[in-house]
């Protein structure tokens, strides 16, 4: 299994942005302050809880310039699993065969007036909260 797709929207500098990965060695490279650890951040909302120590706190400054929703979306795509990685992670999948995938979709929220993020995280193609990102 390898992280194949990774669609950002409303996050920092990243709007509508979507980067396709190759099973294997990936390269992240660039100038600074184009983008390349709000991508690494953008991932981590998508995989883990707000209550760990890994978990990344939202300010109202990681809401795009250009996000007139004050939505953030990050949806991983996962391709290439395993039988055994299919029934590990059976709430994620896509079942599509021959091309099974796995998906994780994230929304964050921000209400200016009561100053609270409201979050939702889903897995599968199935939509949910703000509805499912669809696989292209």
């Known amino acids: 299994m390898y992280l194949a797709k990774i669609f950002i929207s409303g996050f920092r500098n990243l709007n509508d942005f979507t980067i396709c990965l190759h099973p294997g060695c990936n390269v992240i490279l ?21 209550y760990g120590s890994e978990g990344i706190r939202l300010l109202p400054d990681d809401i795009g310039r250009q996000n007139a929703t004050n939505t953030i979306a990050v949806s991983l795509w996962f391709e290439q699993l395993s039988q055994d990685e299919e029934a590990e992670f059976l709430d994620l999948l896509n079942f599509h065969p021959p091309m099974t995938t796995a998906s ?33």
């Open 30 to 50: 660039g100038e600074n302050n184009i983008g390349k650890t709000n991508l690494l951040d953008a991932i981590r909302l998508a995989l883990t809880t707000t």
């Open 104 to 136: 994780i979709h994230y929304t964050a929220t921000y209400d200016q007036q009561t100053e609270r993020w409201s979050t939702n995280r889903w897995g599968g193609d199935r939509p949910q909260g703000d509805g499912g990102i669809p696989y292209v």
